[in-house]
């Protein structure tokens, strides 16, 4: 099994930034491909970027290119969300996800099949 942990949520101002980090644990396989979605209250999850194993191919939704930046430490296990220029329209639990046996990044949830717990982001006007 697999683990994922993240950390680094908080209560913010507009414009202000946040980093989040996701660490895997446990039987963490060889190759994966990492993202992170967010659900906002009453909406559905939304894909927000994913990275694949070696960290040279991104994609970012629409919503969050030029701000966010996704990055990862395959020594470590660990990934990361830097998010800049926040706005209250960020605020929802984001949540990293893990996804076995693809050669690219994925942008449909149902292929990631490991999930952290979520991590509250809170931007304010």
């Known amino acids: 099994q697999v683990q994922l942990v993240e950390s680094g949520g908080g209560l913010v101002q507009a414009g202000g930034s946040l980093r989040l980090s996701c660490a895997a644990s446990g039987r963490t396989p060889s190759m994966y491909i990492m993202g992170w979605f967010r659900q906002a209250p009453g909406k559905e999850h939304e894909f927000v970027v994913g990275v694949d194993w070696s960290g040279g191919s991104t994609y970012y939704g629409n919503s969050v290119k030029g701000r966010f930046t996704i990055s990862r430490d395959n020594a470590k296990n660990t990934m990361y969300l830097q998010m800049n220029s926040l706005k209250p329209e960020d605020t929802a639990v984001y949540y990293c996800?893990?996804?076995?046996?693809?050669?690219?990044?994925?942008?449909?949830?149902?292929?990631?099949?490991?999930w952290g717990q979520g991590t509250q982001v809170t931007v304010s006007s």
């Open positions: 996800a893990l996804a076995l046996g693809w050669n690219g990044v994925t942008t449909d949830r149902n292929h990631y099949g490991y």
